[in-house]
Structure formats: structure tokens, C-alpha cells
């Protein structure tokens, strides 16, 4: 029995999950929170959805999951999840599969241990089958006793006892009788004529209201049926060649166009503007050159004036000098010679020559200064009248210096206002050229743009714009009359399953939809016979004598469910254990319900005669319930499955794995002597000897045939040396034809085991 397909649609969070099973010993590993649990629990759950009644909180998800499992079991697949289930193929209940074949977080304990056992030995096989026939058939000779089915003897003693018997029956003879009382005095006779009145009733209404929803249906043919026309004419009528999107774009062509020539007359009047001012500044250029030109022509006379003012002044700097000391000594000339004639006068002959010496050399000093102040008169009044030449207005040297700075600052500020006014016209001219530029640019986009558009009106014969709005607003009117035909036609009888069907498709499934409509539909009827407000009024009438129908029907219904719980209490009373013949209802009626209380009666007066049997066959039933007890130690052995699983998986360390039938517990044998349980085992080993017993008890189950472990993290506290033990054990149980799904969060798996075991690992991503 192995899984060879897994495909889960929906469960929870958990993505779309689709696998197919192909290695015996597989890995599917993603980190917490990846989805690995829940994956588990929607096979689980397609495999058998009464699982939670075994594994308690299996549903993480409030939902049963979509999708199947396919399980091959004898050669033969099976799809479980639309209905089939696990148990539908193989004789294994929720408890087997959950104590057995399912392994979550390392919980590796039976639950309901014993009870478990018995039921696998139950379903394994008929152990001591002649023996019990044999104790049976003496139960029904001498204790007037019925065969028990199965072979769960333990509790035959409550199921067979005269005492619980006789007591049952004489309770349920006094609770018939008083059910008697009560079906007289609520007049069920009555009840059930009403029923047969309101049935026909009911029937001549369903009667009618059936025309009347043959005629809607007729009424419904003919309306759709237009809308089909409308459809068919739409879609002939469509004009492909225009559409919405090209008279956008013919729109937003032409107003490029009329955008292109406003910024074309734009540029145009700006580049007026520019070669306007262009001319002024030209203008005013020529003007600042006629005033330029006159001082530039005198600038080299100027700089031979202020050459020569230099020079005079070099030559001639203390001329100016020179005439305050002519003066003086003049004065002390005429002194020393006038005091010197003075001093010889008086007799005093060494001042006088002193004196007429002083007045000598001043004479000549005098002399001296006056031809030099001579010259420097002569050329500074060359220095003048050149300057006056070079048109300089000034009368005097000194003014020279300041008309030279005067002219020149003139001449610099006219000589940089040309030059400002050149660049202006040079800045000018880039513009105008730009502007010529980007005329150009418009001028080729708006031709451009006006090709586009004559392309596009051409291509659809369209003689403006105007003319194909108008052909784009006719198309839309039709697709509006046939997406309205479309959407009552879609929501009354659907669309073909293809994802985009075309509309010859839809036209012809719409087509078989409506003549499937009335296929069925009787033709005698017309659509004109309909009439909403009757067919209104019998639905309501209807509805009332459904109710009505409904309520008899409990009624009534409570009264045969009565009969029937009364007729179960009898059979299950199993009298023929203590009659000769069984107790039965002879008719479901208040009649049979008081024979049987006098059957009854009989039954209680048979079982105190027998009473004293039924407590002698009681103690054979002990003695059954023993050897059922032995049959659970059967299921283990030193010689069994488990025992070779156990002594692989612990790598010979125990010998034996048994089962103590009177503590009702596993039991397993050490180094041939010694003898130990679960609760003396570590916690390691003890998930090792259940896993054990899981093999073992899966191959009785299976009758040998290797099946599958639904593992989720099964060795989740181990340490790194037994989870390698206890994925050798598995890699063996694989290479024996067992199937292994392991489901892990534990890298060391993920990575490290699925590499070493070379193991197909289906990696999971975490949930979004």
C-alpha cells in the first residue's frame, strides 16, 4: 500500500500543492511555519476525514481540505478525497492509521494501547476460532443464549445477562403502553387523513405551478432568444476598421498640429521681436562709433601732448622754483652792493667788500636763473599751444593733466559701451538662430504629425476627423447592444469553458443552451399562459401545503420513528435466547404495539425461569475472556517483525520484544535475561521499541505487504547519533518495499541526512 499522488487545491494558508511519489523514502523540508504540518494534516484528512476521532487537535484549519490522494494497494490505484476513503481499500480504522502508519513530532506511543491490540487481533484473523464456536454452541445449548458476533467476548457478560435482559423488557413494555396512551389522545388516526387530503392537494398545485413555469420558461426562451438576434446583428453590423483608441489618437494628433502652430507663430513673433531689437541695438552701436570715431583719431595726438607735458615737466619741474629765488636774489644784490657802497663810506672797508662780494655773486645768481626760467616760459608755451592743437581746451599747463584723464575717460567709456553693445548683438544673433532652430522642429513635427493623420483617415476612408468620431460612436452603440445581449444571455445561460471565447463560440453555445432550455419543456404550453402574479401565488400556496405536508409528515413520521426505536429495543432484546421464538413487532400500528406487550410479558416470565442457567454459562465466559488476552500476546514474539526491528534499531543491544498479557503491557528482553518495560526504558529507546511494534503490527495488518509511515519529525529531540540510527532503520525499511514520507524542519535532515542516504527532497517555502 503506497501513496503515488498528492494534490492539495486548498486547505488554510497552505498553497496549491501538487507531488507525485515516486522514491520509497522521501523528504519534504522547509523551515518553521512553511506549511509541513498542515500538508500532513490535509492528507490526513483526504485520507480519512474521521481522523480527528483518533489524533485530537489534527485540524489546524476549520475546513476540510480540496483535493486528493491516490493510494495504490494490490496493483490497483485509487483517488481518495472525492468521497472514497483509506478504509474503503483496506480493512484500517482512524485508530489504526493514527497508532500505526502516523508518526507526529516524535509522539511514537499507542493510544488506547490494549484496546489497540485487541482490535488488531480482532481484524488479523480467527485465532481460536473452533474453540469458541465450540464454547458458543454450548452457551446456546444450556444457557438459552444468542451467538455474539465478532470475537470481543470480554464483554459478552453485560450483552447476554437474563437479569439485564428481563429487566429491559420489562421497561420497555411499560414505556409501550404508555406511548399508547398518548398516540390515542393525540388522534394519529386523524393526522393520517389529513396527510392523504393535503398530498393531493398538493399534488393539483404542483400541477398547475408546473405550466406556469413551462410557460416562464417558454416566455424566457423568447426573450433570450431576441437577445441572441440582437447579438448575431451587432456583431455582423460591428465596423473593426475604427476604434476608440485610433480617434484618440488622431485627437491628440490634430491637437499637436494646432499645439505645433501656435508655438510656430510664437516663435515667429519672437524672432521679430529679436531681430527688432537687434536693429536698435545696431543702431544705437553706430551712433556710439560716430562719437567714437573723432577721439580715437586724436588719441595719438593726445598721447604725444602728455609725452611732451611729461618731458617739460622732467626738464623743467623747478622752473617754477626758479622764480621765487631769481627774486631774492635780485633783492640780495641790490643790498649787497648798496650796504657795500654804504660800509666803504662809512670806513668800514672788509664789510664793504664783504658785502659788495654777497652782492656780486647774487647779481650772477640772478643772472643765471633768469635765463632758465626764460627757456622753461618758451616751452611751456609750446607745451600749451600743442595741447590747444590737439583740441584739448585749456589755457594753462596745469590744466593739461586733467584734459588728458578727461578725454580718455571718454574715450574708455564710449570704446566699452561699443564693445557691451557688439556682444548684445552677438547674444542676439544666437537667439535668432535658436529661434530659426526650433521653427524648424516645429515646422518638421507638425508635418510629421499631419502625415500620421492623413495616414490614419486614410486607411479607413475616412474623409476628417469628424467622419470617423461619427463611425467610432456607431461602433460603440452596437457594442454597447451587444455586451447588454451579451451579459443577459452570459448571466442567464453562461459562457462556453474556454478562457476567451470568441463570438461565433458564444453564438453557438448559446444556441444549444437555449434549445437545451426547452428541450425538456412541454410544447403544448405557450409563453403567453405565463402570468408572474399566479405563478407567484402558487409557489406561496405551494410552500403553505409543503409545510403543512411537512408537519403531518413529522408527525407521523415521529410516530413510525417510535415504532421503529420500539421495534429495535425488541430485537436487540434478543429473545430467542430465552423463547422459542424471537419477540417482533407484527405491524406498525397501536394493534402490534399491544401484542408485543404481551410478548413481552412473556419474555420477562421466561427469562426468571432461566435465570439460574444464565448465571451458570457466565463463568465459561471468563475463561473465553482469557484466551482473548492471549491473543494480544500473539501479536509479539522473539521471533516477530518487531522483534527483528527492535534488535536492527538498537543495534542488538535487546533480543526480544513480547507482550505481558496480565499488566497488559510491552515487554523486552536484554542480553537474553533480563526483561524490561517501557516505563525502565530511556525515552529514546522506548520511541524505538514503539516504532518497532508499529512495523510489526503494520505488516499483520497488511498481511505482510509493505505499506507507508507518514513520519513529522518522528526523531524531533533525538541527538545527531540516533537520528542516523533512525534513518538507517528507515533506509532499510525503504530498501524492503516500505514507502517513507518524512516531513522535517531539522536541517540536519534537510541537509546533511537527505545528502548521505542520497534521499529526493521536496524543499517547502514559508507561508505567505
Known amino acids: 500500500m503506497k501513496l503515488t499522488d498528492i494534490q492539495i487545491d486548498r486547505y488554510g494558508p497552505l498553497p496549491r500543492f501538487t507531488h507525485e511519489c515516486g522514491d520509497n523514502f522521501e523528504v519534504f523540508y522547509g523551515p518553521n511555519e512553511s506549511g509541513k504540518t498542515l500538508l500532513l494534516e490535509a492528507v490526513l484528512k483526504l485520507l480519512e476525514p474521521d481522523i480527528e476521532s483518533a489524533i485530537p487537535h489534527v485540524s489546524r484549519v476549520d475546513e476540510s481540505p480540496s483535493g486528493h490522494v491516490v493510494v495504490e494497494t494490490g496493483g490497483t490505484e485509487q483517488k481518495l478525497g472525492d468521497g ?12 489504526h492509521l493514527r497508532n500505526i502508519f502516523v508518526i507526529r513530532d516524535s509522539d511514537l506511543q499507542l493510544r488506547d494501547e490494549h484496546e489497540f491490540y485487541d482490535s488488531v ?18 452457551l446456546v445449548k444450556h444457557g438459552r443464549l444468542t451467538s455474539v458476533s465478532g470475537r470481543g467476548l470480554s464483554s459478552a457478560r453485560s450483552r447476554s445477562n437474563a437479569a439485564d435482559v428481563r429487566d429491559q423488557a420489562d421497561d420497555l413494555a411499560v414505556d409501550i403502553q404508555e406511548y399508547i396512551a398518548d398516540a390515542e389522545a393525540n388522534d394519529i388516526a386523524a393526522a393520517e387523513r389529513e396527510v392523504v387530503a393535503v398530498t393531493t392537494e398538493l399534488q393539483r398545485c404542483e400541477d398547475e405551478l408546473e405550466t406556469q413555469e413551462a410557460a416562464e420558461t417558454w416566455d424566457t426562451h423568447a426573450t433570450l432568444t431576441e437577445r441572441l438576434t440582437t447579438y448575431r446583428e451587432a456583431i ?128 650772477g645768481w640772478y643772472g643765471l636763473q633768469h635765463r632758465s626760467v626764460a627757456d622753461a616760459e618758451r616751452e611751456q608755451e609750446q607745451v600749451l599751444q600743442q595741447a590747444q592743437d590737439a583740441g584739448l581746451d ?7 593733466g586733467p584734459a588728458i584723464r578727461a578725454f580718455r575717460d571718454e574715450l574708455a567709456g564710449l570704446q566699452d559701451r561699443r564693445n557691451e553693445l557688439e556682444r548684445q548683438i552677438e547674444v542676439k544673433d544666437e537667439l535668432i538662430d535658436e529661434r530659426n532652430d526650433d521653427l524648424e522642429t516645429e515646422r518638421e513635427e507638425r508635418r510629421s504629425n499631419q502625415e500620421k493623420k492623413q495616414t490614419l483617415l486614410q486607411e479607413v476612408d475616412a474623409a476628417d476627423i469628424e467622419e470617423y468620431r461619427e463611425r467610432v460612436t456607431a ?10 445581449a451579451a451579459q443577459s444571455l452570459t448571466d442567464a445561460l453562461g459562457t462556453p469553458s474556454t478562457t476567451a471565447p470568441d463570438p461565433e463560440a458564444k453564438l453557438e453555445y448559446w444556441e444549444s443552451e437555449l434549445d437545451a432550455m426547452v428541450a425538456d419543456v412541454d410544447e403544448s404550453v405557450d409563453a403567453d399562459e405565463y402570468d408572474p402574479d399566479r405563478l407567484a401565488t402558487l409557489s406561496e400556496q405551494q410552500e403553505e401545503l409543503t409545510q403543512r405536508r411537512d408537519e403531518l409528515t413529522e408527525q407521523l413520521e415521529t410516530h413510525d420513528r417510535r415504532l421503529r426505536e420500539f421495534d429495535e429495543r425488541i430485537q436487540a ?41 444464565a448465571r451458570e454459562v457466565l463463568d465459561i465466559f471468563d475463561g473465553i475472556e482469557a484466551e482473548e488476552e492471549q491473543k494480544i500476546t500473539d501479536l509479539f514474539g522473539t521471533e516477530s517483525r518487531a522483534t527483528d526491528v527492535f534488535q536492527a534499531i538498537t ?39 514503539y516504532f518497532s511494534a508499529r512495523v510489526g503490527l503494520a505488516e499483520q495488518l497488511l498481511s505482510s505487504e509493505p505499506g ?61
Open 84 to 95: 472514497s476513503v483509506l478504509s474503503d481499500l483496506v480493512d484500517l480504522s482512524p485508530q
Open 708 to 768: 507507508f509511515f507518514l513520519l513529522d519529525d518522528a526523531f524531533l529531540p533525538a541527538d545527531r547519533t540516533r537520528l542516523q540510527e533512525g534513518f538507517d532503520v528507515l533506509r532499510e525499511l525503504a530498501d524492503d518495499g516500505w514507502q517513507i514520507l518524512y516531513f522535517t524542519a531539522k536541517d540536519e535532515v534537510g541537509n546533511d541526512l537527505v545528502e548521505t542516504h542520497d534521499l529526493h527532497c521536496r524543499m517547502l517555502d514559508p507561508l505567505s
Open 475 to 484: 461602433q460603440e452603440a452596437l457594442e454597447r447592444k451587444r455586451d447588454q
Open 236 to 363: 455582423e453590423q460591428l465596423d473593426d476598421e475604427v476604434s476608440q483608441s485610433t480617434l484618440r489618437e488622431l485627437e491628440q494628433l490634430n491637437r499637436e498640429i494646432v499645439a505645433a502652430e501656435d508655438e510656430i507663430e510664437d516663435l515667429e513673433n519672437k524672432r521679430s521681436s529679436l531681430r527688432e531689437e537687434r536693429t536698435q541695438l545696431k543702431t544705437e552701436k553706430d551712433s556710439v562709433e560716430a562719437e567714437l570715431a573723432p577721439l580715437e583719431a586724436r588719441a595719438d595726438d593726445i598721447d604725444e601732448v602728455e609725452q611732451a607735458l611729461a618731458s617739460f615737466r622732467e626738464s623743467h619741474g623747478e622752473a617754477v622754483g626758479a622764480s621765487r629765488g631769481m627774486r631774492f636774489a635780485k633783492y640780495t644784490a641790490l643790498v649787497g652792493l648798496g650796504l657795500g657802497g654804504v660800509a666803504a663810506i662809512v670806513g668800514s672797508t672788509i664789510a664793504g667788500i664783504l658785502l659788495a662780494v654777497i652782492g656780486a655773486i647774487a647779481a
Open 651 to 689: 543495534d542488538d543491544r535487546y533480543t526480544g520484544v513480547t507482550y505481558d498479557a496480565d499488566e497488559r503491557v510491552l515487554q523486552v528482553h536484554r542480553d537474553g535475561q533480563e526483561v524490561l518495560t517501557p516505563k525502565q526504558l530511556s525515552h529514546g529507546t522506548t520511541e524505538q521499541l
Open 573 to 613: 432484546l434478543a429473545a430467542e435466547s430465552f423463547l422459542d421464538e424471537s419477540v417482533s413487532l407484527p405491524s406498525r400500528s397501536i394493534e402490534g404495539l399491544q401484542d408485543v406487550v404481551h410478548d413481552l410479558n412473556q419474555l420477562v416470565e421466561q427469562i426468571e425461569r432461566d435465570a439460574d442457567i
Open 394 to 400: 585749456v589755457t594753462t599747463t596745469d590744466e593739461i
Open 121 to 138: 487481533t480482532q481484524q488479523i484473523g480467527d485465532l481460536h476460532t473452533n474453540e469458541i464456536d465450540a464454547i458458543q454452541s454450548r
